[in-house]
């Protein structure tokens, strides 16, 4: 019993320090040179980093977390076989708690949301969790508002999850008492999602939630054409969040060279010609 009890507290001390590994800290900093909690809304998670440096950025930050969380949570359940899926969902649990409460950043981190993701996609239900975020990124191109989307993809897990314990793993062996501790970590994961986002909620219900574009952010990646650069939105004077301007490098410098013969011209007219001195002193003669 004691064992059991050194083991667990191990996992949850290892996985909260994984936990803390911020990715969009990481990747902002070293494309960007930026540090993502002063851009954008400021949190250091994967829809700041879409509505700031873009897709490809963003995608890289998501998949960064989901595989630190879900290996995370992967590689305990094979180091301790006997506790099957509890041990699973504890260190997922105590991932999910390192990176929204991280003490190198006094307890202030992103929301969580694709750690949450990574929990699922390397669980025994992944291939619905993977399903599920298809259906999700394509709602995505439809519906503007990100917390919406993260509500609609967390809350979809957390009832497959449920589901898939109650009506299939119960009945082949996990214990009940391993059930019921799954159930409410899930769900206490769940209630800590929608407290995360009770910025969004509150916006939401005051229709002043900003929308992202994600059309277009897709668009700028994908469709954008040969000799065209993205400006992001830090380099946009009154940008919104989602602002993202593209600018042909052709045009940028026809207008760079018409300013500057505008400018050689003005300064022609402004010139006076100097008259000749001996010519002016034989006119005084």
């Known amino acids: 019993m004691l064992d059991d009890i050194l083991y667990f507290i191990l996992v949850a001390f290892i996985s909260y320090f994984i936990g803390t590994i911020n990715f969009s800290k990481i990747i902002a900093w070293h494309s960007r040179r930026k540090d993502i909690t002063k851009v954008g809304s400021g949190n250091p998670g994967t829809m700041n980093m879409l509505r700031s440096f873009g897709f490809v950025l963003a995608l890289a930050t998501f998949v960064a977390e989901v595989v630190k969380s879900g290996l995370t949570c992967f590689v305990f359940q094979a180091i301790f076989p006997q506790y099957g899926q509890l041990i699973y969902f504890v260190s997922g649990f105590f991932v999910l708690m390192g990176y929204i409460f991280p003490v190198w950043s006094k307890f202030k981190g992103g929301k969580g949301v694709a750690c949450f993701a990574g929990i699922f996609l390397f669980s025994s239900l992944w ?10 990124f394509i709602l995505f191109m439809f519906i503007s508002y990100a917390c919406v989307i993260s509500f609609t993809y967390i809350g979809g897990l957390s009832i497959a999850y449920t589901l898939y314990i109650w009506l299939y793993l119960i009945s082949n062996g996990m214990p009940l008492s391993h059930a019921i501790a799954i159930t409410a970590i899930i769900w206490v994961l769940y209630a800590l999602m929608l407290f995360m986002h009770r910025g969004n ?30 400006i992001e939105e830090d380099q946009v004077p009154n940008a919104k969040p989602e602002a993202e301007v593209v600018v042909s490098v052709d045009e940028q410098e026809k207008s760079n060279s018409s300013d500057s013969t505008s400018h050689n011209e003005e300064q022609e007219n402004t010139a006076e010609p100097q008259e000749n001195p001996s010519k002016n002193n034989k006119d005084n003669k």
């Open 127 to 136: 291939y619905v969790s993977l399903g599920w975020f298809v259906v999700c």
């Open 201 to 230: 909620i509150k916006r939401l219900i005051n229709h002043t939630e900003n929308k992202i574009d994600f059309k277009s952010k897709l668009k700028a990646v994908f469709c954008h054409k040969k000799g065209e650069q993205i």
